[in-house]
């Protein structure tokens, strides 16, 4: 026999979206860490599909292998060239 406390899970609930709302990406979406400062971007999922984005995901695997600690994709270029991709990627 359980009991139910429906406050107590509304407010688990509430305090966990909360923090998934800072981590998590949109759905569609993929967060990215790139450059120095490990700049974090929201990208569509789309760009995955991309060549130019392709050869930044095989500087990753180059880079990092399929192991890394970080625990979210890092891409090894610099903030400037990230940009300047995606930028072409959304004039597409």
């Known amino acids: 026999?359980?009991?139910?406390?429906?406050?107590?899970?509304?407010?688990?609930?509430?305090?966990?979206?909360?923090?998934?709302?800072?981590?998590?990406?949109?759905?569609?979406?993929?967060?990215?860490?790139?450059g120095e400062k490990m700049k974090r971007f929201v990208i569509p999922v789309s760009y995955l599909n991309q060549p130019s984005f392709q050869d930044l995901l095989s500087q990753v695997e180059e880079e990092y292998g399929f192991e890394h600690s970080m625990g979210g994709l890092t891409i090894p270029c610099s903030e400037d060239v990230f940009q300047h991709i995606t930028s072409c990627l959304n004039a597409q």
């Open 1 to 34: 026999m359980g009991f139910r406390l429906p406050g107590i899970r509304k407010v688990l609930s509430a305090a966990n979206q909360a923090s998934s709302k800072a981590v998590d990406a949109p759905k569609g979406y993929l967060a990215v860490y790139v």
